[in-house]
Every structure is written in structure tokens, then in C-alpha cells.
């Protein structure tokens, strides 16, 4: 069996995590100091925290001004004994992941139905009713401008504009995908009657029947998943109180573990840090939306967390919007937030993956022709590899001796939204319109927006969460939907492919130069609402012994 990637250190028991930055401290008024730019591309990879194991219970702890020979050597024995791995082959991306079924059923969040019980479509803004997970809703992103293609269509991930706000060459790509994409034929062309009978009752022409039981469970059901912190405090004395909304039952098993170890060993066949990063950040996302679910409704215990679709149909018939151009848009939040007091925010998850490329591996000097960082690394190791080839070391078909091709990253937090995020932001403001529940019987006719701020949180799997809020920029929204207009007649109705750097302008007083930097200034203007520390992070809790 190839050798299987260390889980977390965090969670190895004996593993005290020492940070060599200034302590960060919980709380709503924290401040975060670094240094650090954003990068999630491998720059940042390296061990930038210390592992030092603990003594076990029944020996006598080392004084750190103790200078003697036999402390020394006692401390160096525990360190061999208790040290982990930091590099392997095999990432966990469903590293402790509570999954979106189980979060589905917790007291405090309110889920969608299963698209089987969905039967009609009072109005287009009903498909926001289908879960992310369903076919309908990749269905709904046919010929749509949705917040994956936005900032391509925006022209901010083009080489000189992606240098102007700082966007990593890991996320850069051309605007051809978002030219793919808005060519197609738009879903909200058809009239609704004809949307009705595709999506809710169309089921079967696409081979996709739906689970009932996968609907939220019963009273019984949930209690064999989550406790509510309610129920705790009546039925156990605790000298504290339970740190989370709900106590989360289900653990993981050794059984479990070694299942998913000997998939990767099967499936993983080639390493691929994007793939990793992707799948790390999907496996992981309802987790961070617990993280958020925790701090909103532990501030306020009316405050519930609603499941919601792609939002934005509502808007394909909007006749007075003459910036879009007849661009179809669309936005699909992680989640929205209703607070008790009758406040709407978006809240969106970003968990940035602990697993990056290591420099040495094989497959990143060998495999990853014309990237910047291998031909640095294969320069830098170039001697290395003379000196093994002279000593006359075949390490091929060796486990023992090559260069594992994953490591371990501790990202640092920062205070701010990268700019590359907030066309997603603002997108995400704008389609969920004027009303979160659209069965209200007595729906006011006002058309203002009812989500003015966005709620982000950025997790990791060391270093805890950070969670930001986003005000909503009427002025940008306006600016946003010119820019895309323009990219619909410049070159998606004229079938024109757009060039390299479309929409740049190297004179600093130009209007989308202009709106370059005002992304910049709303990127470092985001309120910090709180810090949360690793050990405040709910998780699936390990079984003994494992």
C-alpha cells in the first residue's frame, strides 16, 4: 500500500501547536497582524509553526532552563517518539468534515427540500428551491453569467489587471470560459410554464430519481445526530457552558478511516494540487457554514441559517436594465443568514486547503513543464541530484527515500476579502433580491434590495477561522453590470474570442481603471465580526484510539 498521507498534526495525540507569530486572541474586537500576502497557490507552504509532543502523563515535565545532558536527551527521545510526518502522499480532503446531510438536520438550519418535492414554479425566482447538489441547478447555469464566470467576464484574472489587485497566477485564466458559457443558450429564455415541466417534472429523462429519505429527518432522527446545547446545560452539570449550538454525536470509527485511506490509495493515482485544493474546499464546506451557524446563533438564538439555489431568475425579465445588456445572471450563497432582529446577509465559505506541492516531490521537478516555480526548484536541487547520480543511489521503485508529494501549509489569516472574491460578494447581494422567503403570503411591494452586507468566512485547518463582513456598494453593483453589458456586445453577440488584457487601460484616470481600484479599496475595507481559534471549531470528533 503506498504510503498514506499524515492526517492533521492538530489532532494526533501529544501534538502541542506553538505558533512562532503573536498569539491571536478569540473575540469579536481582534485584530490579526501579518504580514503575509494572500496566495493560494504553494509560496506560503513550509513549516511555519512547531510540533513539539508532549510528555506523557506520568513523567516528570523538562524545565525549559534546565541546561543538563539527560534533559536534553529525555526531551530529543519524545520528540522521535510522538513526531509525525508533515509530507505524504495521500491528502484527506474529508479531514474531520461534517457532511451537508448531517448539517442539514441541526436545529438551527433550515434545509431545502429534495428536488422530488418540488412540483411547481410559482414564479422563476422559485428555482433558488434546488439544492446545489441537483442536476436541476447545473441545469439553471446554461448560458448564465453565475459567480464562477464573473470576475473572467469582468476581465480581473487577465494577466495585467490580475497583477493590479494581486490575484495569485494559481486562479488567472483568460475570458474564453465565461465567452463559452454565455453563449449558450440561456435557460431563462424559456417561459416558465416550460421551466416548470423540465425541472419538476422532467426528473426521469435525466436518470436522476431523488431519495426521500434524504429530506430533513424527524425529531428522533436528528437526536441521533445532534444534541442541543439546551438540552445539555438540563441534563448534565457543566461548570461551563457547551461551547457550540449543538452537540454533534456521530464519530469516526477506525473502520471508517481505513476505508477512506485505502480509496485514496486506489483512486489517487496522480498528484494534483488544484484537484486537492477543490475537493478539500467542497468536502469542507459545510463544516465552515457550522463554523458561522455557531457564532451567528450563539450571539442570538433566533438568528437560523437558511440552505438556498441559485437566486437571480428573477431578474431574466428585468426591463429597465439597460447595463446588463441581456445578460442572464445568477449567484448561488453557501448560505443566508436571518438574523432575529430581521437582518439579511449572504454568508460565503472560503476553506483554504492545508495541502500544497511539495518542492522536491518528483512530480513537481519532473511533471509541471513551463511553470516558474518547478524550473526554480529543478535549478535549486540541480546539485542534489548530480551528487545522488555520482554516489551511484537508484532510488527508483524505492518508497523509502523519494521526496512525498504533498506537504503541510499553516496559512495565515488575513483581514481582508481578496479582491478576486468580490464580483462573488456583490453578485451573490444582488440576486437574492427583495424577499428571502418568496411564499411570504403578505410580501410588501417594495422593491429595495433585502440583503445589504456578506458575510465571509475564511477557514483553515490549523490556524482556526476568520470571519469578515462585506457592505453592500450600489455604485460597484452599477459598475459591475456595465462591465459585463460590455463584454456581452463587444465580443459574446460578435462571436469575437476576447484577446489577452480585454478591458485594460493603461491610463490610471480611466473609468476601468477606476474600477480596479475601487475593488482594491473594498477589499481592505471588510469588517472583522470575529476571530475564531482552531479549538473553537466544531468538527467530527475522533472514536478513542483512533
Not at 294 to 317: L, P, S
Not at 374 to 380: T, W
Not at 459 to 481: F, P, S, V, Y
Request: a positive charge.
Amino acid at each position: 500500500m503506498a504510503t498514506a498521507f499524515a492526517l492533521i498534526p492538530s489532532q494526533v495525540p501529544g501534538a502541542l501547536h506553538v505558533r512562532t507569530t503573536k498569539k491571536y486572541h478569540e473575540g469579536r474586537s481582534t485584530t490579526l497582524h501579518t504580514n503575509n500576502a494572500e496566495n493560494d497557490g504553494d509560496s506560503l507552504a513550509g513549516d511555519q509553526v512547531v510540533y513539539i509532543p508532549r510528555p506523557p502523563s506520568n513523567e516528570t515535565s523538562v524545565s525549559s532552563s534546565s541546561g543538563s545532558t539527560t534533559s536534553s536527551t529525555q526531551k530529543n527521545d519524545r520528540k522521535k517518539k510522538f513526531s509525525i510526518p508533515r509530507t505524504g502522499n495521500l491528502p484527506d480532503i474529508h479531514w474531520r468534515a461534517i457532511s451537508m446531510a448531517h448539517l442539514r438536520s441541526h436545529p438551527n438550519f433550515q434545509p431545502l427540500p429534495p428536488p422530488s418535492m418540488i412540483n411547481k414554479l410559482p414564479t422563476k425566482e422559485h428555482v433558488r428551491h434546488f439544492r446545489q447538489d441537483s442536476w436541476q441547478w447545473d441545469y439553471l447555469h446554461s448560458g448564465r453569467c453565475t459567480t464562477s464566470q464573473c470576475s473572467a467576464a469582468l476581465g480581473f484574472l487577465e494577466p495585467r489587471a490580475a497583477q493590479f489587485l494581486g490575484i495569485p497566477k494559481s486562479l488567472q485564466r483568460g475570458g474564453g470560459s465565461a465567452w463559452d458559457r454565455l453563449r449558450q443558450t440561456p435557460d431563462g429564455n424559456q417561459s416558465l410554464e416550460v421551466m416548470e415541466q423540465l425541472l419538476c417534472e422532467g426528473r426521469s429523462a435525466f436518470g436522476n430519481e431523488e431519495v426521500e429519505g434524504s429530506w430533513r429527518p424527524g425529531s428522533k432522527e436528528s437526536d441521533r445526530i445532534w444534541i442541543h446545547s439546551s438540552r445539555l446545560r438540563i441534563n448534565a452539570i457543566r461548570t461551563k457552558p457547551f461551547p457550540f449550538t449543538a452537540k454533534y454525536i456521530p464519530n469516526l470509527t477506525n473502520e471508517e478511516l481505513f476505508k477512506r485511506k485505502l480509496y485514496l490509495t486506489e483512486h489517487h493515482t496522480r498528484p494534483s494540487p488544484m484537484k486537492t485544493r477543490m475537493q478539500w474546499g467542497n468536502a469542507q464546506e459545510a463544516t465552515s457554514i457550522l463554523t458561522a451557524l455557531n457564532y451567528f446563533c450563539g450571539e442570538d438564538n433566533d438568528t437560523v441559517i437558511r440552505e438556498v439555489g441559485m437566486c437571480g431568475a428573477g431578474f431574466d425579465n428585468e426591463p429597465d436594465d439597460s447595463l446588463l445588456q441581456g445578460v442572464k445572471i445568477g449567484a448561488t450563497p453557501d448560505a443566508i443568514i436571518c438574523h432575529g432582529n430581521g437582518t439579511v446577509e449572504v454568508l460565503e465559505v472560503k476553506n483554504h486547503c492545508p495541502f500544497v506541492w511539495n518542492r522536491i516531490s518528483p512530480h513537481y521537478t519532473n511533471n509541471t513543464k513551463g511553470n516558474s516555480h518547478s524550473n526554480k526548484a529543478k535549478k535549486k536541487n540541480k546539485g542534489k541530484k548530480q551528487k545522488k547520480k555520482k554516489d551511484g543511489d537508484d532510488e527508483q521503485g524505492q518508497d523509502a527515500g523519494i521526496p512525498k508529494h504533498y506537504l503541510i501549509r499553516d496559512f495565515q489569516l488575513e483581514r481582508r476579502v481578496p479582491p478576486v472574491y468580490i464580483p462573488q460578494l456583490m453578485m451573490e447581494m444582488l440576486c437574492v433580491g427583495d424577499s428571502v422567503n418568496l411564499d411570504q403570503p403578505n410580501k410588501p411591494e417594495s422593491a429595495a434590495p433585502i440583503c445589504t452586507s456578506a458575510v465571509m468566512v475564511r477557514q483553515t485547518a490549523t490556524k482556526g477561522a476568520i470571519l469578515l463582513r462585506l457592505k453592500r456598494d450600489e455604485g460597484w453593483i452599477q459598475e459591475m453590470k456595465y462591465w459585463l453589458g460590455k463584454f456581452q456586445m463587444e465580443y459574446v453577440k460578435t462571436g469575437v474570442i476576447p484577446p489577452d488584457n480585454f478591458f485594460w487601460d493603461n491610463d490610471p484616470n480611466s473609468r476601468y481603471r477606476k474600477f480596479l481600484q475601487r475593488t482594491k479599496d473594498l477589499s481592505e475595507s471588510v469588517e472583522q465580526v470575529a476571530f475564531i481559534d482552531h479549538g473553537r471549531i466544531q468538527r467530527m470528533v475522533l472514536e478513542k484510539g483512533v
